[in-house]
T-cell receptor, first 114, second 112 residues
Framework: AQSVTQPDIHITVSEGASLELRCNYS??????LFWYVQSPGQGLQLLLK??????LVQGIKGFEAEFKRSQSSFNLRKPSVHWSDAAEYFC????????????FGKGTRLSVIA | DAGITQSPRHKVTETGTPVTLRCHQT?????MYWYRQDPGHGLRLIHY???????DKGEVSDGYSVSRSKTEDFLLTLESATSSQTSVYFC???????????FGQGTRLTVV
């Protein structure tokens, strides 16, 4: 079965600084990968997804993520963080068959300071 | 956005009482999920469904049951609520297990 690890429980960055959130997955074949964001009191919203092709994917709100098969990683990046990016971020992995449910990581909480 | 709604949005109940949470989706999605979210634990899968009357357990299924009699509805029942089941519950759905999942707004359940 597939699994996801988000090593960082909580990250604090300054507004305007760059951001990288880590995600490592475990799955024998090429996975389907997702990043979701959860603002306080809200449900989860999809930021971006990777199925195949270009390993650098662009998402909403200026986020991007890079799939690195050799490192089993799908890290989320943003060049300049805004205060409104403070939220919880979840990485998720799915199998290419689509016959098993999505598996989520435990999440990384992002705080943004002035 | 996909139409997925949860009801109720907030509930306070007493220990030992049964509670049912409802999830309704209008996208004809095959998969539906129930998660609970607690500080320090992220999202934990309780049960999921991959079709009408087809359900399976997640990692924290003890004390919970589910039913899916129609494609659009997925019910989560706490058979006898305990204080440890105080949490925020999220429902989600997707067309297949590897497609984008859409989430409801969550139900905040307090067991006193």
């Amino acid at each position: 079965a597939q699994s996801v690890t988000q090593p960082d429980i909580h990250i604090t960055v300054s507004e305007g600084a760059s951001l990288e959130l880590r995600c490592n997955y475990s799955y024998g074949a090429t996975p389907y990968l997702f990043w979701y964001v959860q603002s306080p009191g809200q449900g989860l919203q999809l930021l971006l997804k990777y199925f195949s092709g270009d390993t650098l994917v662009q998402g909403i709100k200026g986020f991007e993520a890079e799939f690195k098969r050799s490192q089993s990683s799908f890290n989320l990046r943003k060049p300049s963080v805004h205060w409104s990016d403070a939220a919880e971020y979840f990485c998720a992995v799915a199998t290419n068959s689509g016959n098993t449910p999505l598996v989520f990581g435990k999440g990384t909480r992002l705080s943004v300071i002035a | 956005d996909a139409g997925i709604t949860q009801s109720p949005r907030h509930k306070v109940t007493e220990t030992g009482t049964p509670v049912t949470l409802r999830c309704h989706q209008t996208e004809n999605h095959r998969y539906m999920y129930w998660y609970r979210q607690d500080p320090g634990h992220g999202l934990r899968l309780i049960h999921y469904s991959y079709g009408v009357k087809d359900t399976d357990k997640g990692e924290v299924s003890d004390g919970y049951s589910v039913s899916r009699s129609k494609t659009e509805d997925f019910l989560l029942t706490l058979e006898s609520a305990t204080s440890s089941q105080t949490s925020v519950y999220f429902c989600a759905s997707n067309k297949d297990g590897n497609t984008e999942a859409f989430f409801g707004q969550g139900t905040r359940l307090t067991v006193v």
